[in-house]
């Protein structure tokens, strides 16, 4: 089982509340970062061999739908000539509305993009200006058509609550328009006010009002009694999909299976002994200068010892409703969960669930996901 990701650290605008590796990009830029991620995927083929075919590819960003058709096609069959693409791979690129054209999108499909994420954010025009969002409803509303058209059948939306202003009456009517888009998955995040963004700046200075902890509360109640309702398995902390579409490249991360990574700002976990972190610093020029030297752009980040090893799959996988497979951890670890962390478990007895052999969170303690999960540490 193998698993890609591809970093793409360009957008046209830089958002107030993003502090996601990205910077604004000519097309010049874009074409040069291009051909830098085909040689670091040679690198990477030379110095982290992947095991087994590619089972699930992600274009990440940044904004990937910056990219045409040709330049998605090259990273796609350098891919496969390296590595070797299943033929049952799920291959997805986040996408920004407004960006894409039919063209664009027939293209994308043709390439072998299976999977759109587009970023939604919100379905109303007020917010999305709060939110210095280059688009419009009406850009959201033409790119899910255009792509459902061309033939996607497996799109995610991404919307984020909690934002400034935003009632539980108007999340409502939003959660009832990004239904009849007909998602088959959908990302909802909590607004974060990343330091050294503007919307921390603002916040600092009172002229951003966060959202109180009862409001989000609140709003994730709404959020999750809605979309399931709707159909949807909330399967993770912030993931909802019908069945059958759950996001399978997410799943490598919380399953905490090898995933190598190319692109300046991209992270990989290596499996080997209790596993690897490898990070490849936000620097271009950096990442530059490496790969016209055919040297690797990646530096270990952290070495995971058993203990460390073992937090961290509970971190990962109790934040998923499948939970943690004792069997698994118990052939992995050599001990059942609550044998080897008897005082969390004791800690944790009112939220903690058991059956078939898995212990699982309800999706109401998520809501204090870090202040339970700190029992293991
Ligand atoms: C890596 S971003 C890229 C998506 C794409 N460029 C876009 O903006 O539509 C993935 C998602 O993270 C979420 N996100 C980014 N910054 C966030 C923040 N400060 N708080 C909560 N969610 C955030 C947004 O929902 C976004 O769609
Ligand atoms: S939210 Fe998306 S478009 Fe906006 S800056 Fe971040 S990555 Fe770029």
């Given at each position: 089982?193998?698993?890609?990701?591809?970093?793409?650290?360009?957008?046209?605008?830089?958002?107030?509340?993003?502090?996601?590796?990205?910077?604004?990009?000519?097309?010049?830029?874009?074409?040069?970062?291009?051909?830098?991620?085909?040689?670091?995927?040679?690198?990477?083929?030379?110095?982290?061999?992947?095991?087994?075919?590619?089972?699930?590819?992600?274009?990440?960003?940044?904004?990937?739908?910056?990219?045409?058709?040709?330049?998605?096609?090259?990273?796609?069959?350098?891919?496969?000539?390296?590595?070797?693409?299943?033929?049952?791979?799920?291959?997805?690129?986040?996408?920004?509305?407004?960006?894409?054209?039919?063209?664009?999108?027939?293209?994308?499909?043709?390439?072998?993009?299976?999977?759109?994420?587009?970023?939604?954010?919100?379905?109303?025009?007020?917010?999305?200006?709060?939110?210095?969002?280059?688009?419009?409803?009406?850009?959201?509303?033409?790119?899910?058509?255009?792509?459902?058209?061309?033939?996607?059948?497996?799109?995610?939306?991404?919307?984020?609550?909690?934002?400034?202003?935003?009632?539980?009456?108007?999340?409502?009517?939003?959660?009832?328009?990004?239904?009849?888009?007909?998602?088959?998955?959908?990302?909802?995040?909590?607004?974060?006010?990343?330091?050294?963004?503007?919307?921390?700046?603002?916040?600092?200075?009172?002229?951003?009002?966060?959202?109180?902890?009862?409001?989000?509360?609140?709003?994730?109640g709404l959020i999750h009694d809605r979309l399931v309702e709707a159909g949807f398995e909330h399967y993770e902390v912030s993931n909802f999909a019908l069945p059958g579409f759950r996001c399978r490249h997410n799943?490598?991360?919380?399953?905490?299976?090898?995933?190598?990574?190319?692109?300046?700002?991209?992270?990989?976990?290596?499996?080997?002994?209790?596993?690897?972190?490898?990070?490849?610093?936000?620097?271009?020029?950096?990442?530059?200068?490496?790969?016209?030297?055919?040297?690797?752009?990646?530096?270990?980040?952290?070495?995971?010892?058993?203990?460390?090893?073992?937090?961290?799959?509970?971190?990962?996988?109790?934040?998923?409703?499948?939970?943690v497979d004792c069997r698994l951890f118990a052939e992995t670890f050599g001990g059942l969960p609550e044998e080897l962390f008897p005082e969390a478990f004791q800690r944790l007895d009112n939220h903690l669930c058991?059956?078939?052999?898995?212990?699982?969170?309800?999706?109401?303690?998520?809501?204090?996901?870090?202040?339970?999960?700190?029992?293991?540490?």
């Amino acid at each position: 089982m193998s698993s890609l990701y591809l970093h793409l650290p360009f957008c046209r605008s830089k958002c107030p509340y993003c502090d996601f590796y990205s910077q604004v990009g000519s097309a010049e830029q874009l074409n040069e970062y291009v051909d830098l991620l085909i040689l670091d995927m040679q690198v990477l083929a030379e110095v982290r061999p992947l095991t087994g075919s590619l089972q699930t590819i992600f274009f990440g960003g940044g904004t990937p739908s910056l990219l045409t058709v040709e330049q998605v096609d090259r990273l796609l069959q350098q891919s496969d000539r390296l590595f070797r693409i299943d033929t049952n791979c799920e291959i997805s690129l986040e996408a920004n509305p407004g960006t894409v054209d039919e063209g664009r999108l027939r293209g994308y499909r043709s390439a072998g993009i299976n999977r759109l994420s587009l970023g939604v954010q919100s379905l109303c025009d007020h917010q999305l200006q709060l939110l210095g969002r280059g688009h419009t409803v009406a850009d959201v509303r033409d790119s899910v058509a255009l792509a459902q058209d061309v033939g996607f059948a497996n799109m995610n939306l991404d919307l984020m609550f909690a934002r400034p202003e935003l009632t539980c009456e108007q999340l409502q009517g939003e959660l009832d328009d990004l239904l009849a888009l007909r998602p088959q998955h959908i990302s909802l995040y909590g607004l974060s006010y990343e330091s050294g963004t503007r919307f921390a700046e603002l916040r600092t200075r009172r002229e951003l009002v966060e959202a109180s902890d009862e409001e989000y509360a609140e709003q994730y109640g709404l959020i999750h009694d809605r979309l399931v309702e709707a159909g949807f398995e909330h399967y993770e902390v912030s993931n909802f999909a019908l069945p059958g579409f759950r996001c399978r490249h997410n799943q490598v991360y919380w399953r905490r299976e090898a995933c190598l990574s190319v692109g300046c700002g991209g992270h990989s976990f290596v499996a080997t002994g209790w596993g690897e972190r490898w990070a490849v610093p936000a620097d271009l020029n950096r990442y530059r200068r490496c790969l016209i030297d055919h040297r690797d752009p990646a530096q270990r980040l952290e070495t995971f010892d058993r203990q460390g090893a073992m937090v961290e799959t509970l971190y990962l996988a109790l934040r998923t409703s499948d939970g943690v497979d004792c069997r698994l951890f118990a052939e992995t670890f050599g001990g059942l969960p609550e044998e080897l962390f008897p005082e969390a478990f004791q800690r944790l007895d009112n939220h903690l669930c058991r059956a078939d052999n898995r212990w699982f969170f309800k999706p109401s303690s998520w809501l204090i996901y870090d202040h339970l999960i700190s029992a293991f540490f």
